[in-house]
């Protein structure tokens, strides 16, 4: 029997639903989820010995590729000066240092354990500093699983069809408030009505949760404009896109500056790093200077931090983000003009490494519009792509992600790939 099935049904005996992160079950696409055992550069392989490319990248962490030989070099390093002091390290300094020359917005900022942990705590530093409650998030937007947040969130959430998670209190999910992402007229009634009493509104500066959503312009800068004016915190969550879309993540792109960032995911290299900082006068609200706890055991541990610091050494390195967005470029014209040729009804795009695919005539703005797209045949061009080696998310609402490591031969030969199945889906 498939080594695959064996390992999940022992899995589904001892871990609820056998996976350890919900949308790794492979539930919205069908089928059993496929276990890894290793990694190289673009690819994968299984444990049936079987070779992928991966378009995951452990959900973007993995930016230079699996196993980058100067990242184990800094992790085996690190290690043997112990794991964990559980006191201050000139490493975690360091990482801190990097961050803040790197992403302008950032005066200050603290190390977590990741992204999940980022959010709930930069929320609690902005309702600490306005002394206001509310906050504004929006929908298919996902910032991690903590209480506040489960609210209309994005990724896993949108696979199991539930605008919330049960265990979340009403009394807690009622000071969060929703709105349609890049919806300027939703966005200034509801500041007009209660501009004045929300604490922070979040938001994923380019959304890759509920597949990929591009934010309009002038959407993310009346957003800048309306939290000044009425004193509320703007959060960029920039825990997928911080070092993914560019090295200084979206703000830098677009050139809108939050008040506080979230980061994780590419900050760790494949280890578990969060972060969240910006301005000096909000951060000094944090414990043990203000009055705002926030904590961690693990926090700026030495083998994730080294992780950390060695990936962002490389990704500075000349030219890469240009490299990396031209390799995204390729794979999604690759695949548009694939679909195109046999008329099926496809669109795709990208911003740095990151990309988005919809079975939809053109690119969804909003969650109301990605739920329209076609899921049956994303599922069964998943399930093609998967069998013929090439690993894609495993669902319709997750954006997908290229590393530095993937060639161009890789690409051409998952397009090649892609146009078989259009060809049979046509
Ligand atoms: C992944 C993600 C998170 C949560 O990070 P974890 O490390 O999984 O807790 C938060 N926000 C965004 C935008 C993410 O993509």
Redesign the pocket.
Known sequence: MNQNKILFERSQKVIPGGVNSPVRAFKSVGGTPIFFKKGLGSRLWDEEGREYIDYINS?GPMILGHAHPEVLKAVQSASFDSLSFGAPTARELEMAEVLVKLVPSIEQVRLVS???EA?MSAIRVARGFTKRDTLVKFEGC???HADALLVKAGSGLLTFGEPSSAGVPADVAKHTLTLPYNDEEALNALFKEKGDTLAAVII?PVV??MNLIIPHMSFLKMLRELCTKHGAVLIF?E??TGFRVALGGAQSLYGVIPDLT?L??VIGGGLPV?AFGGRRDIMQCLAPIGPVYQAGTLSGNPAAVAAGLATLKLVQAPHFYEELTAKTKLLVEGLMKAAHTFNIKFSAQSVGGMFGLYFSEKAPSSFDEIMKSNREAFNQFFHHMLTSGFYFGPSAFEAGFVSHAHSDEDIRRTVAAAQAFFQVLK
Request: glycine share 28%; charged share 15%; hydrophobic share 15%.
């Open positions: 959900w990741s992204g999940t959010t996902y910032h991690g994923e890759g949760n969550d825990v997928m979230t994780g995911k969060g």
